[in-house]
């Protein structure tokens, strides 16, 4: 089966960095995905991962390591504005296009 | 711009009531898939389709049927709604091939059944 974990809040303040992490189980791992859903909104993607490393997009960079299961996304300059729930999903050889989702963290942002 | 676009914002429908509930894609894209949204439980997966008149189980399939006559349009259907379906559904789309191949989310659709 598959299992994906991350914290459920967190909380932090502007111009802080802040690091979720996510770990998952699965059988055919085939990508990582992270999204950014604001209270109220639909969820937007925010990075990809399918090989070890680090992946680097502005303020947003996301790490993967294959070999431990084991993802995060690292947010700098932290903005009123990144508070938001954050998605880590992964996708399976067996599952198709088809994403599952672990069930969010909920960062606050404080000034 | 992808536009994925869901037929309401908002639905409130009775117990035992038929539910129909629409979603449109403007980009082409060959799949669609359907994710309810409940507090503490996340995003999950109810059923998928990579082609018109195809469609495969998600993890919570039970209660619920899909449609899809057309590529742009992917349908949910709750044949008999029931109160523990109350919930946020969300549907998405994403093209088929060997890249990133994220996936687009509509505005969600918030469903309450009394």
């Known amino acids: 089966g598959q299992n994906i974990d991350q914290p459920t809040e967190m909380t932090a303040t502007e111009g802080a960095i802040v690091q979720i992490n996510c770990t998952y189980q699965?059988?055919?791992?085939?990508?990582l995905f992270w999204y950014q859903q604001h209270a109220g909104e639909a969820p937007t993607f925010l990075s990809y991962?399918?090989?070890?490393g680090l992946e680097e997009k502005g303020r947003f960079s996301s790490f993967l390591s294959r070999s431990k299961g084991y993802s995060y996304l690292l947010l700098k300059e932290l903005q009123m504005k990144d508070s938001a729930s954050y998605l880590c999903?992964?996708?399976?050889?067996?599952?198709?296009?088809?994403?599952?989702f672990g069930k969010g963290t909920t960062l606050s942002v404080s000034s | 711009d992808v536009k994925v676009t869901q037929s309401s914002r908002y639905l409130v429908k009775r117990t035992g009531e038929k539910v129909f509930l629409e979603c449109v894609q403007d980009m082409d894209h060959e799949n669609m898939f359907w994710y309810r949204q409940d507090p503490g439980l996340g995003l999950r997966l109810i059923y998928f389709?990579?082609?018109?008149?195809?469609?495969e189980k998600g993890d919570i399939p039970e209660g619920y049927s899909v449609s899809r006559e057309k590529k742009e349009r992917f349908s949910l259907i709750l044949e008999s709604a029931s109160t523990n379906q109350t919930s946020m559904y969300l549907c998405?789309?994403?093209?088929?091939?060997?890249?990133?191949?994220?996936?687009?989310f509509g505005p969600g659709t918030r469903l309450t059944v009394t």
């Open positions: 998405a789309s994403s093209p088929t091939g060997f890249e990133v191949h994220e996936q687009y």
């Open positions: 699965t059988s055919g791992f085939n990508g």
């Open positions: 991962n399918v090989l070890d």
């Open positions: 389709s990579y082609d018109v008149k195809m469609k």
């Open positions: 999903a992964v996708r399976d050889h067996q599952a198709g296009t088809a994403l599952i």
